[in-house]
């Protein structure tokens, strides 16, 4: 055997170096041919707060349309932040408690909303999610939320103020049985005449009921000032006061007041203090009071009521006023802009809005809605619930203005004094004055007082300073 000679060395090093190098070889082909593992992006995800109010039912239908959205998206997740009414989550806003990303809000309280710069325009984002505002969604609703050339708050629902009766003691038949006049049958509408008449027909003195109570403010008395072809406000977008002396207007309130003032067809204050007039008329005391759709389910809940609704009598023209809610965008935060456009088109998706309709206090803005089954509900009192969709066409919309709740409450004792402890109307355009002149207070910003100092109101009269009083007297004539 030959030694181990530098030659064999050689070679067996050149021949390791060979096989070392294909080895590195063959495991970087190895290694480009292994298939790679493609792993998805990180998705950041968005949490969005959503502000509603009402009651159980209502909170629990939107939390119901929430969670089906959270379990359906993976880049947000929103959460239901509630409140018992409108106001309580203004204040919260106001106040910078809570500031939720989507909310919804009275139309009364746009101009506030506005003025704080406290929601985002929303044209641009609509057009860019093709929602079909012009078709899908009652005119008056669009309308009713589009202020400075654009859509300040998508809307999603619009009720109508309608006249609840008591089947029982407004019976339509009987009354044409005896001559009486009466509206059609399908509940189109009726002229102050037959309403009059049906008041009348349901005050029954044995049995202790009345036939209708109007609530003197200036939500109740609108309608039938605007039915009768006068205005509430001397100025439809910027008004200065209220237009109530308007020779229109208070022939409208004359003859409203006319029967609102007549003791045995209304409720008097002694009675009012025991009781509201929605809990008279769950008793069966009460044959008629205007409402909105969210009075329905707690009318469906009383055993034994018996009731249908009628459109806002007319006066000359079918006209009423509205409750109507959007939904509104914060202003700001531009980067959570799109996350919420997104969940704000699936809240007014039909099967959304369907959803918190069947609950049967909210009346959509979305026609395709409003008009099926789901907010109908054709097995379920009211019979004729047609009327609610149908009136949403005499919608008059107030001005915005800032201050109107306040307004309200200003001119309150005015009104209910004309309904309660003023002796007659033989002054009643001179009383609507001294109530226009008060309201500048607040309309009109070049306002100077000049009323006086002794605790009255502008028209001298110092019983305009609280809630209905009426003489004992009074009362037991009404009684």
């Keep these: 055997m030959r030694g181990f000679t530098w030659r064999t ?7 390791a170096m060979v096989v070392l190098i ?6 970087d082909v190895s290694e480009r041919e292994k298939p790679r593992v493609e792993h998805p992006p990180v998705v950041k995800r968005t949490d969005l707060e959503f502000g509603v109010w009402g009651n159980k039912a209502e909170i ?23 409140w018992p009414s409108a106001a ?16 919804l809000l009275p139309r009364n309280d746009l101009a506030e909303v506005m003025a704080e710069k406290r929601n985002r325009p929303l044209l641009d984002l ?4 093709e929602i079909p505002i ?7 609703a669009v309308a009713a939320f589009s202020v400075e050339n654009d859509l300040q708050c998508l809307p999603y629902t619009i009720s109508p103020m309608v006249m609840y009766y008591n089947s029982d003691l407004v019976d339509f038949e009987a009354m044409a049985a005896d001559g009486l006049p009466t509206p059609k049958d399908d509940h189109s509408g009726w002229n102050f005449a037959q309403f009059r008449a049906a008041a009348e027909f349901a005050s029954r003195p044995r049995r202790k009921t009345r036939g209708v109570y109007i609530d003197p403010s200036l939500r109740g008395l609108a309608p039938f000032v605007y039915s009768g072809g006068g205005k509430m406000y001397d100025d439809e977008t910027e008004p200065t006061s209220l237009a109530l002396s308007d020779d229109s207007s208070t022939d409208a309130l004359r003859q409203t007041l006319e029967l609102l003032r007549d003791p045995r067809l209304t409720l008097s204050s002694r009675q009012l203090a025991q009781r509201t007039a929605v809990e008279w008329f769950k008793r069966g005391k009460l044959a008629m009071l205007p409402g909105f759709r969210s009075l329905t389910p707690e009318l469906r809940a009383t055993d034994g009521l018996n009731f249908d609704v009628m459109p806002m009598p007319s006066l000359g023209s079918n006209q009423t006023v509205g409750e109507i809610n959007g939904i509104c965008l914060a202003h700001g935060r531009p980067a959570r802009a799109e996350a919420s456009a997104n969940f704000m088109t699936y809240l007014v998706s039909d099967e959304a809005v369907a959803r918190v309709s069947e609950t049967g206090y909210l009346q959509p803005a979305k026609l395709t809605v409003a008009l099926s089954s789901d907010f109908q509900q054709p097995d379920q009192q009211p019979a004729h619930a047609a009327v609610f969709t149908n009136a949403v066409r005499a919608i008059v919309l107030p001005p915005l203005i800032e201050n109107g709740s306040e307004l309200a409450t200003l001119v309150a004792p005015d009104l209910e004094a004309l309904l309660f402890t003023t002796p007659d109307l ?8 001294a109530i226009d002149e008060k309201s500048r207070i607040l309309l009109d910003p070049d306002y100077s007082s000049e009323a006086p100092s002794d605790g009255t109101s502008p028209s001298g009269d110092p019983s305009s300073t609280g809630t209905p009083s009426g003489s004992a007297s009074d009362d037991a004539e009404r009684d």
């Excluded at 609509?126 to 999610?129: A, I, L």
């Excluded at 012009?134 to 008056?140: L, M």
């Design 60 to 82: 629990a239908a939107y939390q119901a349309v929430v969670d089906d959205y959270n379990a359906s998206s993976k880049d947000t997740r929103v959460e239901v932040r509630s």
């Design 134 to 140: 012009g078709d899908d969604f009652a005119r008056e």
């Design 126 to 129: 609509v057009t860019e999610r």
């Design 88 to 103: 309580a989550m203004l204040e919260a806003v106001r106040t910078g408690e809570d500031t939720p990303d989507l909310y």
């Design 426 to 433: 033989q002054d009643l355009q001179e009383s609507l004055r």
């Design 22 to 27: 294909g080895m590195i070889v063959l495991a």
């Design 9 to 15: 060395g050689a070679v067996v090093t050149a021949v």
